[in-house]
């Protein structure tokens, strides 16, 4: 979604710009999100199965996940393959 949009009444969380991924995501989860929802807003813009995965294994020691569980995750979220 974009800046303002709004979902159930409440202004929608979005990922701030910063070069410590571990900032990031400590960020976005103090906004409420979940992991699954930080991994989806980190591969929105990746339409390739190769690139979303490549972005996913790049961020998974910032969420504190081996690659392995940031993979299983985006697979029940539908983000990859």
Known sequence: MTKGSRRRGREEPRLVY????????RQARQTGMSDGEIL???????????AREKIIREWAPALAMTVSEALELARRTGLVR
């Open 18 to 25: 910063s070069t410590d991924k571990v900032a990031i995501v």
């Open 40 to 50: 989806a807003a980190l591969v929105a813009n990746e339409y390739g199965h190769r």
